[in-house]
């Protein structure tokens, strides 16, 4: 998915992400407040750090849908995965009498690489550095149980992976956005 707000630095791509191919059912609680927050967060960090005059990087950005949500266990506490409802979540849309399927879950995460001069055994060498960042929230009409949380990569790709299978790798070309010592959270 490729939302319009990121893209609104050329009208082109813009209109691009109005697609159907680019549209994923979101109840209005999932897609304003809390996640509206932190495409913000994206678009802020994006300008004044990926792409400062500094940095000079590249923000790779994915957003998707899943099956499986997210949910607080009650006896841990911590944050698990949810695949009790019965999918596909569906609703009535108006005028007609039209089902709409809507996903359980959105999730986005990012990945900026850069490039930084340095010195290696005394030779000037340029270095590949990365940040990324990743969150998730249950796609909801009760803003309680959106359960939204900002993660790292490899944390979302554990809940976007279904038990007995394969790690989903979200960034399989560079596996620096996977090392847990390039997690960053975006600041507000």
């Given amino acids: 998915m490729n939302p319009s707000g990121i893209n609104s630095f050329d009208k082109n791509y813009m209109k691009a992400t109005f697609t159907l191919t ?4 979101q109840f209005e609680t999932s897609n304003s407040g809390p996640w509206q927050t932190f495409e913000n967060k994206i678009r802020k960090y994006a300008k004044t750090t990926c792409g400062s005059g500094t940095r000079g990087g590249t923000l790779y950005l994915l957003t998707g849908t899943s099956d499986i949500g ?6 841990s506490g911590k944050l698990v995965q949810d695949t009790s409802t019965p999918l596909p979540y569906t609703r009535k849309m108006f005028p ?5 399927v809507t996903p359980r879950a959105v999730w986005t995460a990012g990945c900026c ?10 030779r000037l060498w340029s270095l590949a550095r990365a940040q990324s960042f990743a969150v998730m929230s249950n796609n909801h009409k009760v803003n309680a149980l959106l359960h939204q949380t ?3 990569v490899t944390e979302l790709e554990g809940f ?19 090392l847990p010592g390039n997690d960053v959270t975006l600041p507000p």
């Fill in 22 to 25: 680019n549209a994923a059912p």
């Fill in 70 to 75: 997210i949910t607080i266990d009650k006896k």
């Fill in 96 to 100: 007609r009498n039209v089902r709409l």
């Fill in 113 to 122: 690489v850069w490039r930084e001069p340095g010195k290696v055994f005394g």
């Fill in 150 to 152: 900002e993660m790292s």
């Fill in 160 to 178: 976007l992976t279904p038990r007995r299978s394969t790690m989903v790798n979200i960034f399989p070309g560079d596996q620096n956005c996977r």
